[in-house]
């Protein structure tokens, strides 16, 4: 799954990766949780424009907060179908985070740092006009499966077009997992887990002694987002 993401690309790094203007200035985001906002994009054309959402749509039937959709079934899912089929977005993301079995967090980027696309779909509200997006997961290979077997959808660059502007049969073709050797990831402080955390220190590795540390220090915990999100069928 993918419960939390940074961003912390400049306005002109958005304007470079995708040819988008965001207004006003970006201010960096180190630890984007659920129900908090981020910048998405939408098609505008053949141009793409940005606009503020939630993250994480809510369930009336199933009264939770979803904030991921497996690719495997989110065209016959039918709480996602309507919105994977016409009001698909990417989501900026400078990195997410992940949490293996023992509870310890890393940070994963790409591997030359640049701001990636993640798949998304929004929800929007006709009455409040307000956005809510969720994030696609594929399964995770190599070096991402050694953290979690689920991770967020990376669409490379050649596929943002297709997928903000394709039908439907298109964007099904690009529900495959990312290539693991394009990504970087390491360990990073526990206090990522508190959704009151956002500073840059979050995303420094840790060394093995600073991870012992912190492990004694705190016990092994589940961040405290684990209980108040959810994915779908992840």
Same mark, same amino acid.
């Given at each position: 799954?993918?419960?939390?993401? /940074? ?21 960096? *985001? ?54 994977? *089929? ?49 994030? $696609?997961?594929?399964? /995770? ?8 077997? *689920? ?18 049969? $298109? ?27 956002? *500073?840059?220190? $979050?995303?420094?590795?840790? /060394? ?27």
């Amino acid at each position: 799954m993918c419960g939390r993401f /940074s961003l912390t690309a400049t306005n002109d790094e958005l304007m470079q990766r995708f040819g988008v203007v965001v207004t006003p200035n970006m201010t960096p *985001r180190w630890n984007i949780a659920p129900s908090q906002t981020s910048l998405v994009l939408k098609s505008d054309g053949l141009t793409m424009r940005g606009q503020t959402a939630q993250f994480g749509v809510h369930s009336t039937s199933l009264n939770k907060l979803i904030i991921n959709a497996r690719s495997e079934t989110i065209s016959e899912n039918s709480f996602f179908r309507e919105a994977f *089929r016409a009001s698909r977005c990417l989501v900026p993301a400078s990195g997410w985070y992940e949490w293996d079995k023992t509870k310890q967090p890393y940070h994963i980027q790409l591997m030359d740092g640049r701001v990636m696309g993640l798949a998304g779909i929004t929800f929007e509200n006709p009455k409040s006009g307000d956005c809510a997006f969720v994030l $696609l997961t594929t399964s /995770s290979d190599g070096v991402l499966s050694s953290v979690h077997h *689920r991770c967020p959808l990376v669409l490379p660059a050649k596929s943002w077009q297709s997928w903000l502007n394709g039908d439907e049969i $298109l964007a099904r073709g690009h529900l495959m997992p990312s290539d693991p050797r394009f990504f970087n990831l390491y360990p990073v402080s526990r206090s990522v887990g508190s959704v009151k955390a956002d *500073r840059a220190e $979050l995303v420094a590795p840790l /060394s093995q002694a600073e991870q012992e540390a912190e492990v004694i220090k705190a016990g092994v915990t589940q961040p405290d987002f684990i209980a108040d999100q959810h994915d779908l069928f992840n």
